[in-house]
C-alpha cells in the first residue's frame, strides 16, 4: 500500500508570506499514459469538511484562488501558498487516489505569526 | 447543484449498530464513487472505503475490513455507512465524498458531505 508523507507538521508565517508544503508517497502516482498524477490536495478549516484546492498535482479546482498552486510529479510533491492571508488558516492534507486505499497525508496546520 | 446530505449525529453504546446515510443529488448518483473518511477526534483524514453505486463493487482499507460495510440504495440515490458490533474507538467525524471525474480523468474529491458525528460510550 501506498504511503503518503507530509512535511511539515505545522507552519506559522507572517500575512503575505509564502507557504511551502511538502508530500512525498512512497510509490508514484503517475499514470505515465495519460501523464497524470492522482494527487490531490484539500484544506480544512475547524468544524468544516475538507476542501478540493488542487487535483492531478497541479489544477486548481474551480473556483480556487490563483495564489494556491500544486507541483510536484511521481513521489515528490508541492502545496504553495503565494502570498499568506487570514483565510488560509487552516489544515492542509495531501492524498493520492492512483490506487486502493487511497490514504491521506498527515496533514500540515498552517497559521499566522 | 451538487450536494450530499448526512445523517444527523449519533450516540451509541459500545456493542450496538449503527448506520448512517449519505444522500445525495444534483447529479446521477451511478455514475460516480463515494467514499468514506474518519476523522477522529483533533485527528486526520482517514480513507475508510469506497462503493460504486452502479453495482456495489466495494474496496474498504484493511483497517476497516470487517468491521464496516459500504452499500447503496440507487432508488433513493443513497450510500450508506454500517457497523455492527460500535466500538469506543468508533468515535469520530465521519464524512461521504464524491470522486469526481475531468475530461474522464479522476479528479480528487470534488463533494463532500457536512460529516456525521458517531460517539460510542458506556
Known amino acids: 500500500d501506498i504511503v503518503m508523507t507530509q512535511s511539515p507538521e505545522s507552519l506559522t508565517l507572517a500575512l503575505g508570506e509564502r507557504a511551502t508544503i511538502n508530500c512525498r508517497s512512497s510509490?508514484?502516482?503517475?499514470?505515465?499514459?495519460?501523464?497524470?498524477?492522482?494527487l490531490a490536495w484539500y484544506q480544512q478549516k475547524p468544524g468544516q469538511p475538507p476542501k478540493l484546492l488542487i487535483y492531478?498535482?497541479?489544477t486548481r479546482d474551480s473556483g480556487v484562488p490563483v495564489r494556491f498552486s500544486g507541483s510536484g510529479s511521481g513521489t515528490d510533491f508541492t502545496l504553495t501558498i503565494s502570498s499568506l492571508q487570514p483565510e488560509d488558516v487552516a489544515v492542509y492534507y495531501c492524498?493520492?487516489?492512483?490506487?486502493?486505499?487511497?490514504?491521506f497525508g498527515q496533514g500540515t496546520k498552517v497559521e499566522i505569526k | 447543484e451538487v450536494q450530499l446530505v448526512q445523517s444527523g449525529a449519533e450516540v451509541k453504546k459500545p456493542g450496538e449498530s449503527l448506520k448512517i446515510s449519505c444522500k445525495v443529488s444534483?447529479?446521477?448518483?451511478?455514475?460516480?464513487?463515494i467514499n468514506w473518511v474518519r476523522q477522529m477526534p483533533g485527528k486526520g483524514l482517514e480513507w475508510m472505503g469506497r462503493?460504486?453505486?452502479?453495482?456495489?463493487?466495494?474496496n474498504l482499507s484493511p483497517s476497516f475490513q470487517g468491521h464496516v460495510t459500504l452499500s447503496v440504495d440507487k432508488s433513493i440515490s443513497t450510500a450508506y455507512l454500517q457497523w455492527g458490533s460500535l466500538r469506543a474507538s468508533d468515535t469520530a467525524m465521519y464524512y461521504c465524498?464524491?470522486?469526481?471525474?475531468?475530461?474522464?480523468?479522476?479528479?480528487?474529491?470534488?463533494?463532500w458531505g457536512q460529516g456525521t458525528l458517531v460517539t460510542v460510550s458506556s
Open positions: 465524498a464524491r470522486l469526481g471525474y475531468n475530461s474522464g480523468f479522476p479528479s480528487g474529491f470534488d463533494y
Open positions: 444534483g447529479y446521477s448518483f451511478p455514475n460516480y464513487w
Open positions: 462503493i460504486d453505486p452502479a453495482d456495489s463493487y466495494t
Open positions: 510509490q508514484s502516482v503517475l499514470d505515465s499514459s495519460h501523464n497524470k498524477n492522482y
Open positions: 492531478w498535482a497541479s
Open positions: 492524498q493520492q487516489y492512483s490506487t486502493t486505499p487511497r490514504p
